[in-house]
């Protein structure tokens, strides 16, 4: 438990300003005292308090715990190696106490999530059409630390870009659009079939900084290597519907496959979602949440570009 | 920096208590997403047609684009119905229903940029489709940050 290790969550600047006067010595703490530190429930109230608003007062204490004046002091000096008082009798985190907060509330979700797992809903074992969609057995088949996952994920990126090549399309995330007309055959094949790979990593890095910056939680993102070609699925289903479609009939309605193409987008981002969801293990909400920031993002960029992309 | 100050900024907007604040400033914005939708629809889009003119029964998959606006207008109003008011036990399926809606105004937007051009600035109708994204935006955001908070 080093104090140097300890991340600086929320916290304002008056409070920052007091914790570096703190020496690294004072923290001087057992792995069991620190356990003892978090075991109790009003131990946890008082901490998170202190962490939401970057400072506390004992007032504050009484009046959101309710409990007696004796108990708090009490949990006060249990806490004493998370928590220390000011001149003006507030009381701030120490460093130690902010890597505590943090933990909390990263562990708080991932619990839950976990233990949804753990119960197996009757929605979960019903609901089929959920499954499927959700591709939960895949889910589960990547999950595994395997490392023919990255070469599965690989050759369903390389089937993509020889299918988008193909079809004289360009993907970039989830977004597709025609190429243009004049260009060479094999040089618009090369291009396309790079392009579903820069996207991959884009999307890797993306997903990743998004995660960071707005969940601050940096966990397993190793697995997006494995994990993230998932979401392409959709799309590749799709290029494979638009070049049977193109060889059956060739007239087909330009309209048709832009709404299809639309509702296999869609079927991307929710799995997208649960990608992150499974891997930073966090609600899938929040997945959904930087899913639908990534494709604001990338029609913004499609916007800038000005080109008639479907 | 600037991007630590603004990543801090988003992580205490998206963590700080109040999901009841949250719902409402969603239920809000999701509102006045769809309003502005449905209004976008019937003011001038170009020198003198809104969009709702635009739309022709006689061919109807060229012209199909053009009640976006309109359709997904009333999905935004009824998903947030939904979602936030009746509170169903079913709404992840709204939530999806809100992402198609705003992949079909991201198309309807391309296509008509790629359609009629840049002059569209000039007029009414791209102004109020654009805010109506921004406020999907926000609104998808406070609703899902606050279905995300631990109750």
């Known amino acids: ?310 | 920096m600037i991007i630590r100050v603004l990543g801090d900024t988003l992580f205490l907007t998206m963590n700080t208590d109040g999901k009841k604040k949250k719902q409402f400033l969603g239920l809000i914005f999701l509102y006045i997403s769809g309003i502005l939708c449905i209004i976008s629809e019937f003011v001038l889009w170009t020198n003198e047609f809104s969009v709702f003119q635009l739309f022709r029964l006689d061919d109807l998959t060229n012209h199909l684009i053009y009640i976006i606006p309109l359709v997904g207008g009333i999905g935004i109003l009824i998903s947030a119905l939904n979602i936030v008011l009746f509170r169903r036990k079913t709404y992840k399926f709204w939530y999806v229903l809100l992402v198609i809606i705003l992949n079909l105004l991201f198309y309807f937007l391309l296509e008509v940029f790629s359609n009629q051009g840049a002059y569209l600035w000039k007029y009414l109708g791209i102004y109020m489709i654009v805010s109506a994204l921004l406020c999907l935006l926000f609104g998808i955001l406070f609703q899902i940050g606050a279905s995300a908070e631990n109750s």
């Open chain 1, 1 to 310: 438990m080093d104090g140097k290790k300890a991340k600086k969550p929320n916290s304002n600047s008056n409070s920052s300003k007091f914790k570096k006067k703190i020496s690294e010595d004072q923290l001087d703490i057992t792995e069991d005292q620190f356990y003892v530190a978090l075991g109790h429930e009003i131990r946890r109230k008082i901490l998170k308090i202190i962490g939401d608003n970057g400072f506390s007062s004992f007032s504050v204490f009484k009046k959101q715990i309710q409990s007696s004046t004796g108990t708090i002091y009490h949990h006060l000096d249990v806490m004493k190696e998370l928590i220390i008082q000011d001149k003006k009798k507030k009381y701030h985190l120490t460093h130690l106490g902010e890597h505590a907060f943090q933990i909390l509330a990263n562990n708080l979700e991932s619990i839950e999530i976990v233990s949804q797992k753990d119960e197996r809903s009757e929605f979960n074992q019903e609901n089929g059409l959920y499954d499927f969609f959700l591709l939960k057995k895949l889910f589960e088949y990547f999950a595994t630390e395997k490392k023919k996952n990255i070469f599965i994920s690989f050759g369903i990126l390389l089937i993509i870009g020889v299918l988008s090549g193909i079809n004289n399309l360009q993907i970039f995330l989830f977004f597709i659009r025609e190429n243009q007309v004049g260009e060479l055959f094999f040089y618009n094949f090369i291009i396309d079939s790079l392009t579903i790979f820069i996207s991959y990593f884009i999307l890797i890095c993306t997903t990743e900084i998004l995660s960071y910056i707005i969940f601050n939680n940096h966990n397993n993102w190793k697995k997006f290597l494995n994990m993230l070609s998932i979401p392409y699925l959709p799309i590749l289903i799709y290029l494979g519907i638009y070049s049977i479609l193109n060889l059956i009939i060739p007239t087909i309605d330009p309209l048709f496959l832009d709404i299809l193409l639309l509702l296999f987008q869609v079927w991307s981002m929710i799995l997208l979602a649960k990608v992150i969801s499974t891997v930073k293990i966090v609600k899938f909400e929040r997945g959904l949440l930087l899913a639908i920031l990534i494709d604001y993002g990338t029609f913004m960029i499609m916007l800038i570009v000005n080109n008639p992309f479907r």
